[in-house]
T-cell receptor
């Protein structure tokens, strides 16, 4: 079945440093979604990327979808303590399973003030 | 909209007991998903409903797990009998036409 791999598993950064997490799929994706889960919370939808090579920005967050639509990245510029949490990428299945998402294991971000 | 509502927030039960988790999706969302989250296995899809019909239950661990969606505004996930290895956070999520998921706050289940 489809697999979505994320690296790194953990990242500790000093406040103000940049952060990047990478996502790779074993299959070509129709789209990719990113979620953030704060400690003790639930995953919250951040964004969906659909087009090959697409780049989207949300304030200090930059999301990219690879040209082959098999990989994606999330980059945070100048991290803040409010960025703490686990970031997940997720890709849909195909056919009848196209609405169900397979989540990566996530990258847990710690920000040292 | 109040978002996806799950109950209870926490459940502690003894091994062998029946556990029922409840979910109210966002009105108008036609897809509902039950996920289980553990440190070891991450977020695992258990079952997916579309327009109240179970589409894929291949993630349900075994016959002890069952899920129903009797109408568009309510779903249950039942574990009978429960075992310690079922301890996890169970999330319900809903979405519309392949869009982003809205997750509930989850039920933290502890089976002792």
């Amino acid at each position: 079945g489809q697999q979505v791999m994320q690296i790194p598993q953990y990242q500790h950064v000093q406040e103000g440093e940049d952060f990047t997490t990478y996502c790779n799929s074993s299959t070509t994706l129709s789209n990719i979604q990113w979620y953030k889960q704060r400690p003790g919370g639930h995953p919250v939808f951040l964004i969906q990327l659909v087009k090959s090579g697409e780049v989207k920005k949300q304030k200090r967050l930059t999301f990219q979808f690879g040209e082959a639509k098999k990989n994606s990245s999330l980059h945070i510029t100048a991290t803040q303590t409010t960025d703490v949490g686990t970031y997940f990428c997720a890709g849909p299945g195909s056919g009848a399973g196209s609405y169900q998402l397979t989540f990566g294991k996530g990258t847990k971000l710690s920000v040292i003030p | 909209d109040a978002g996806v509502i799950q109950s209870p927030r926490h459940e502690v039960t003894e091994m062998g007991q029946e556990v029922t988790l409840r979910c109210k999706p966002i009105s108008g969302h036609n897809s509902l998903f039950w996920y289980r989250q553990t440190m070891m296995r991450g977020l695992e899809l258990l079952i997916y409903f579309n327009n109240n019909v179970p589409i894929d239950d291949s993630g349900m661990p075994e016959d002890r797990f069952s899920a129903k969606m009797p109408n568009a505004s309510f779903s249950t996930l039942k574990i009978q009998p429960s075992e310690p290895r079922d301890s996890a956070v169970y999330f319900c999520a809903s979405s519309s036409l392949g869009g982003g998921y809205t997750f509930g706050s989850g039920t933290r289940l502890t089976v002792v």
